[in-house]
């Protein structure tokens, strides 16, 4: 039988080892998702039975990969993935989470409200100059299935700081991917990054992800009023 929105979500044991003493956090959270997350266009019915595995534990266990106290942007934020569940996980960071859909901007905002976390929501696309100059200098980008390495280095690399890291969800063709789009990630400004993965103690199967470094002041051209110059960025 597939569980239906709103049903209860069982807590899976790996929970407790990720979440420690804030576990009520996470357990509301995937308690929202399960009641709205269909409806409001948040996940799909098939994702209802893996809420935990599938989106929160799987963004949490990215909190590995942060130095304390860091600055990050979660950049297209959707339901909140990996955001919500590493500032649950993380109260020490400093977390920006952006996404350009007003409804769930509105969705974000709810969440942080219910659960009292101290987290910003920007509505807003990364390669829009206000944005850039907003969110700049950043320690840290995070991104879970929002585009191609190439397109997304090109985006987010321009947030971060020299020395900061973007840390981009992917799955297993990460190594692939980041073969294929290594020239591209390079000619922004980006290292030849690394594939890692998270969550290898406590998970069945463990979070990718794609590692680039910003090692230079390298960023795509942007017109003045912030609009997208490459071709390819109109696909998004």
């Known amino acids: 039988?597939?569980?239906?929105?709103?049903?209860?979500?069982?807590?899976?044991?790996?929970?407790?080892?990720?979440?420690?003493?804030?576990?009520?956090?996470?357990?509301?959270?995937?308690?929202?998702?399960?009641?709205?997350?269909?409806?409001?266009?948040l996940i799909g019915p098939r994702e209802l039975p893996r809420i935990w595995d599938r989106h929160l534990l799987n963004s949490a266990v990215l909190a590995e990969l942060l130095p304390p106290n860091c600055r990050v942007v979660?950049?297209?934020?959707?339901?909140?993935?990996?955001?919500?569940?590493?500032?649950?996980?993380?109260?020490?960071?400093?977390?920006?989470?952006?996404?350009?859909?007003a409804r769930r901007v509105a969705w974000l905002r709810e969440v942080i409200e219910e659960l009292d976390l101290s987290v910003e929501v920007v509505r807003g696309r990364a390669e829009e100059g206000p944005v850039r100059d907003r969110l700049a200098d950043q320690d840290v980008v995070t991104a879970r299935a929002v585009a191609p390495l190439e397109r997304l280095s090109a985006w987010c690399l321009p947030l971060l700081r020299p020395g900061g890291r973007l840390l981009a969800l992917k799955g297993s063709t990460a190594a692939e991917e980041l073969e294929r789009d290594a020239a591209a990630v390079q000619a922004v400004?980006?290292?030849?990054?690394?594939?890692?993965?998270?969550?290898?103690?406590?998970?069945?199967?463990?979070?990718?992800?794609?590692?680039?470094?910003?090692?230079?002041?390298?960023?795509?051209?942007?017109?003045?009023?912030?609009?997208?110059?490459?071709?390819?960025?109109?696909?998004?």
Do not use: H, W, Y
């Open 1 to 41: 039988m597939t569980a239906a929105e709103g049903d209860p979500i069982p807590v899976p044991e790996a929970a407790r080892a990720v979440f420690g003493d804030r576990l009520p956090g996470a357990e509301r959270f995937a308690t929202m998702l399960a009641e709205q997350g269909v409806r409001r266009g």
């Open 189 to 236: 400004g980006g290292s030849p990054g690394e594939v890692l993965s998270c969550g290898d103690n406590v998970l069945d199967v463990p979070t990718t992800v794609v590692v680039v470094e910003r090692v230079s002041q390298k960023a795509p051209g942007r017109r003045r009023d912030g609009g997208r110059r490459a071709r390819k960025d109109r696909g998004r």
């Open 74 to 101: 979660d950049v297209g934020s959707g339901a909140g993935l990996p955001g919500i569940p590493l500032a649950i996980a993380r109260p020490d960071v400093e977390l920006v989470l952006l996404e350009p859909m």
